[in-house]
């Protein structure tokens, strides 16, 4: 028999930056708020103590900071033709888990988002006409503009110390030489941190970019510049680009997490708690399944506990926002063959293009050092920053260098054609390693009627209930974006005359490919929206369908965007927590009528 424990006023599902912003503005709503997170404690100590948190083999080979696939996965298939057989072994894409979820190993490419982006479908239709839009396309409108956001990118950068140079404040242009992005909106606030220096690597992407007509702007980098106290009193430490941030703790209290840049100001909140180990089953439903009476889970032991709470919010990963939500009956399950039906709806990821070049021994980049969000970028291709027109596709992409630090085991490129082994092979690596870069486009990936997520009719995760079905394939609008943006990035490394450029871009015949790393960026499943027919959550990210629970992170996107989409899930974040306080909590129920 289920223990049920006293009430609280907010259960919140999912540590990682979502849940932390929500734990920390609701307790200063004065919300009595627990935090249940399925994963172990995790912080700065030991995670992030040096020497241990720069082992290879333990973080990134054994990857000690990721989810556990054997207790629970997704099953994976291309079309609904198939079978789906469940994803057993962390390549493609690395959820994380424990205190901070994927906050914690996250590499800090910090970011805002494209206007354009937020209304995807309304901009396409208006300067392309609505035959643009391929057949089951099915991208839309976030619900949100960027002007109504601002403020809360501005709180989010100011409570990571992201690292950045503005084009614009305010409408006045203030840094038209010096790494701006001149493609950026504007801003009500500079950075709170100046730029990070440029690696050599990043030094010959500039250069190049520039020779061949692009515009180059620094990376906006949640890794500090320099000494930072954020608004909760978090201190942090100058990076000193060491080179471990994607896949691990940064010991140098660097790089921004909830566990570094939230979790010492919620310690002290007395009406605050943090439940590790603790894995939620279901939301708790009223009969009439139309409000949350809280969530059951399993605690460490593997007791079943039931916690009433007023208020639940889902801000765990973007899979598992989707799959409490199927299992829970929380909205209506996506029908791909009606086009019906919410949860689950317009799944997307990310479309990677990515090129090496390779130099003599007169060219050293030295890419043993870097931070995770430290680069140079260009925008000229990025969203609808040119005519897409003549080229029928939809999205955009960035280009970067982002030299994060490559790793002695992991990240060792040899020239085409190169034994996989042996004296020939050690040769290479010695040639090569300290004389590459590596550049990336960062391709936005849009919303099909054909990807979508469901509950898996076959497979169970260690607790009985049915895994998280993803039925996912690239489709022509992603082959020619990704052919497209291979040969305009192509040209910035020709410019950088090296003796071999390596790379190739998507063709027909590629598939999804689960083998491969590419991001973690999955979007979509519980989107937002302003009709209730084609979205999960309204505009503050409230079930419609049970108003007292709220869904953040990136499951609310419509479609996948061209930047990493930290910063948007933290903005959006911010303007719901700001929506419950100013809203809900004074008149509980719909803050949209549908």
Not at 560 to 589: D, F, M
């Amino acid at each position: 028999m289920a223990n049920e424990m006293k009430k609280v006023d907010a259960v919140i599902v999912g540590f990682g930056w979502a849940g932390a912003i929500m734990a920390k503005e609701l307790t200063e709503a004065g919300l009595h708020v627990l935090a249940l997170e399925r994963g172990p404690h995790r912080d700065t100590y030991p995670d992030g103590a040096y020497p241990q948190s720069i082992d290879e083999l333990t973080y990134n080979i054994r990857k000690k900071l990721f989810q556990d696939l054997s207790k629970s996965t997704v099953t994976i298939r291309h079309n609904a033709s198939q079978t789906a057989v469940p994803y057993r072994q962390l390549a493609a894409f690395l959820p994380g888990t424990g205190t901070g979820g994927a906050g914690l190993h996250w590499s800090g490419v910090h970011f805002r988002v494209d206007p354009v982006e937020l209304r995807m479908r309304s901009h396409y239709e208006e300067r392309y006409g609505k035959n643009f839009i391929p057949e089951g396309m099915t991208i839309q409108d976030f619900g949100v503009s960027y002007d109504e956001l601002e403020p809360y990118f501005d709180r989010a950068e100011k409570v990571f110390g992201t690292s950045g140079n503005a084009w614009s404040v305010k409408g006045k242009v203030v840094n038209r030489d010096q790494g701006g992005n001149p493609f950026a909106p504007d801003r009500s606030s500079d950075f709170p941190l100046p730029a990070q220096k440029r690696t050599y690597s990043a030094q010959l992407f500039s250069r190049a970019a520039a020779k061949v007509g692009y515009h180059p702007y620094d990376l906006p980098s949640a890794n500090t510049s320099a000494p930072y106290t954020n608004p909760y009193g978090a201190q942090m430490g100058p990076c000193n680009f060491c080179g471990y941030c994607s896949g691990y703790a940064c010991y140098m209290y660097s790089k921004a997490s909830p566990n570094v840049n939230i979790l010492p100001a919620l310690r002290q909140e007395p009406k605050f708690e943090l439940r590790n180990n603790s894995y939620v089953l279901r939301v708790n439903l009223t009969e009439d399944k139309k409000r949350a009476t809280g969530v059951t889970y399993l605690d460490g032991q593997g007791r079943e506990v039931v916690q009433p709470a007023d208020l639940v919010i889902l801000s765990a990963f973007q899979f598992h926002n989707v799959h409490l939500m199927l299992l829970s009956g929380i909205g209506k399950p996506y029908n791909p063959i009606t086009n019906e039906g919410t949860v689950g709806r317009n799944f997307a990821y990310q479309n990677m293009t990515t090129i090496k070049a390779l130099f003599d021994k007169n060219t050293t980049t030295n890419p043993f050092i870097g931070a995770g969000g430290n680069g140079v970028a260009v925008d000229d291709f990025n969203a609808d920053n040119f005519d897409h027109g003549p080229h029928g596709f939809v999205g955009g992409s960035p280009f970067w260098v982002n030299q994060a630090g490559t790793k002695p085991i992991s990240g060792l490129p040899t020239p085409t054609g190169t034994p996989g082994w042996g004296s020939e092979w050690k040769a290479a690596v010695a040639d090569t390693y300290t004389h590459h870069l590596s550049m990336d486009a960062h391709g936005a990936h849009q919303s099909y009627r054909s990807n979508y997520l469901d509950l898996d009719p076959n497979y169970k995760d260690a607790y009985g209930q049915p895994l998280l079905r993803m039925t996912f394939d690239w489709q022509e609008n992603d082959i020619k974006m990704a052919q497209f943006m291979f040969g305009k990035m192509h040209k910035i490394a020709e410019a950088m005359n090296p003796k071999m450029i390596m790379g190739a871009a998507k063709t027909a015949d590629t598939h999804f490919d689960s083998t491969t790393y590419q991001t973690t960026h999955m979007n979509g499943g519980a989107i937002m929206g302003e009709d209730p027919k084609t979205s999960a959550v309204n505009r503050y990210l409230q079930s419609w369908d049970v108003s007292n629970v709220f869904v953040p992170g990136a499951s609310a996107f419509p479609q996948g965007l061209g930047y990493n989409p930290t910063g948007l899930v933290a903005a959006l974040t911010y303007w719901s927590a700001k929506a419950i306080r100013e809203q809900y909590l004074k008149n509980p129920g719909p803050l949209v009528q549908a």
